[in-house]
Antibody, heavy 119, light 107 residues
Framework: EVQLHQSGAELVKPGVSVKISCKASGYSFTSYNMHWVKQRPGQAVEWIGVINPESGGTDYNGKFRGKVTLTVDKSSSTAFMQLGSLTPEDTAVYYC????????????WGQGVMVTVSS | DIRMTQSPASLSASLGETVNIECLASEDIYSDLAWYQQKPGKSPQLLIYNANSLQNGVPSRFSGSGSGTQYSLKINSLQSEDVATYFCQQYNNYPNTFGAGTKLELK
């Protein structure tokens, strides 16, 4: 069974960084791209970026370039997203989602991580 | 970036009714369109991909259609478990972009 298990909720102060993990199981981790998206209440989901776990190659939404760094650890089948210089506008639920092999739609999603940025 | 305009923003329908949700892309996305269902407090689930392909395990009362810039999701014979928010996603170009969502409630 394909599963994406994300790390727990984060409460952080403005200006700091946070690193979220997404552990994959039930499939060949390096065979599928991993995407990350942001969801805020009442707003459209935003695509943050994608990483190819085999090569480590990345593509970022220009809006998040410089804010986000995507990495993977192939040995543990885990993808990571680091969010830097956090502001209250970064308060959201962040999901990892597996990209299907035939297109960049998302066939499996993590459970989401609530990141709250507050002083 | 490709803009996805989704309508309606909210919808109230009766059990057994047929509902339609639309997504309009700001440019041709060549059927690179997916639909998701999200229930409160849960992760989104893929319903439709490539505009009209039903994801494994999704009930056949869900269907997708469209081409070019105009796409729609149809739910036949609405069931109580279909109460959710639905949104579209284009994946023809990076950055992938999403519709703002349609909240479906029972009348």
């Amino acid at each position: 069974e394909v599963q994406l298990h994300q790390s727990g909720a984060e409460l952080v102060k403005p200006g700091v960084s946070v690193k979220i993990s997404c552990k994959a199981s039930g499939y060949s981790f390096t065979s599928y791209n991993m995407h990350w998206v942001k969801q805020r209440p009442g707003q459209a989901v935003e695509w943050i970026g994608v990483i190819n776990p085999e090569s480590g190659g990345t593509d970022y939404n220009g809006k998040f370039r410089g804010k986000v760094t995507l990495t993977v650890d192939k040995s543990s089948s885990t993808a990571f997203m680091q969010l830097g210089s956090l502001t209250p506008e970064d308060t959201a639920v962040y999901y990892c989602a597996r990209g299907d092999y035939s297109g960049d739609y998302f066939d499996y999603w993590g459970q989401g991580v609530m990141v709250t940025v507050s002083s | 970036d490709i803009r996805m305009t989704q309508s309606p923003a909210s919808l109230s329908a009766s059990l057994g009714e047929t509902v339609n949700i639309e997504c309009l892309a700001s440019e041709d996305i060549y059927s690179d369109l997916a639909w998701y269902q999200q229930k409160p407090g849960k992760s989104p689930q893929l319903l439709i991909y490539n505009a009209n392909s039903l994801q494994n395990g999704v009930p056949s009362r869900f269907s997708g259609s469209g081409s070019g810039t105009q796409y729609s999701l149809k739910i036949n014979s609405l069931q109580s478990e279909d109460v959710a928010t639905y949104f579209c996603q284009q994946y023809n170009n990076y950055p992938n972009t999403f519709g703002a969502g349609t909240k479906l409630e029972l009348k």
